[in-house]
């Protein structure tokens, strides 16, 4: 497994559908939100500790061969807003936010996303996920060759306690469900450490490079290397 550190990508807006994935039903949205404490992704709490993990602060990683993880940081400010995993040609962004005690965020941030999608002349759609509702967004995107094509990207939302876990595939993950097994399985078992400080809702759960990052690794450890930043949406021509 290969950390890098990259300077954060411009905020990039949702986009949309694929078509084999089919439509959410609201029943298994429900159903699959109600598994959360069972099949992940899961709170501290719900583990016995941290050993065996990527420790990024607010989350921790399981690792997995083949894995590089990139810490997007933001220029402004210099602090790490975001961890992307980059597993066989497709990614994996991460990001988890405070939430209210007895409320959730994902219903609200779906219509959000839409809208701004919208604004910017692309399309989302809702469709039925291994999450519960996810959204398949598409932006029209000049190619590198000059021609036109377009983004993709997959939002997939979980609620936990006080907390919200947000993730957004790229690549061929963003279109193929068997593409995006392998990251699926890796979000499934991140563990959220919301801490018990007060925080507004929707504020960003502090990430942080491993404390050990900076040692000599053992051979089977993450190493640390510079890292070459990729897009916070894939672009698919």
């Known amino acids: 497994m290969v950390f890098g550190l990259g300077r954060k ?20 949205a429900r159903a699959a939100a109600s598994t959360r404490g069972q099949d ?4 501290e709490s719900e583990v016995s500790g941290r050993d065996g993990f990527v420790d990024l602060g607010a989350l921790l990683i399981t690792p997995s061969e083949g894995l590089q993880l990139r810490l997007e940081v933001e220029e402004a400010t210099q ?13 994996l962004q991460l990001q988890a936010f405070a939430a209210p005690k007895t409320e959730t965020l994902w219903d609200e941030i779906r219509e959000q996303i839409g809208q701004s999608v919208g604004a ?12 519960g509702t996810e959204l ?7 190619l590198p060759d000059g021609s036109q094509g377009y983004r993709v990207a997959r939002f ?9 876990l947000r993730g957004v595939l790229g690549g061929p993950a963003a279109l193929e469900r068997p593409a995006a097994e392998p990251l699926e399985t890796l979000f499934r078992k991140v563990v959220v450490v919301r801490g018990d400080s007060p925080m507004p809702p929707r504020d960003l759960l502090q990430l942080r490079l491993p ?10 450890g993450p190493t640390l290397e510079e890292p070459e930043r990729g897009p916070e949406i894939t672009q698919i021509g």
């Open 120 to 131: 910017q002349g692309g399309q989302v759609e809702e469709v039925e996920g291994a999450f």
């Open 79 to 91: 602090r790490v807003v975001a961890v992307t995993l980059d597993l066989n040609g497709s990614s």
């Open 156 to 164: 997939i939302g979980v609620d936990g306690p006080r907390w919200f």
């Open 211 to 220: 404390k050990d990052a900076s040692a000599t690794p053992p051979p089977a």
């Open 40 to 43: 992940g992704p899961f709170d």
């Open 136 to 142: 398949v967004a598409k932006l029209p995107a000049g």
């Open 9 to 28: 990508a411009k905020k990039e807006e949702p986009e949309q559908p694929a078509e084999e994935l089919t439509a959410a039903e609201p029943g298994e």
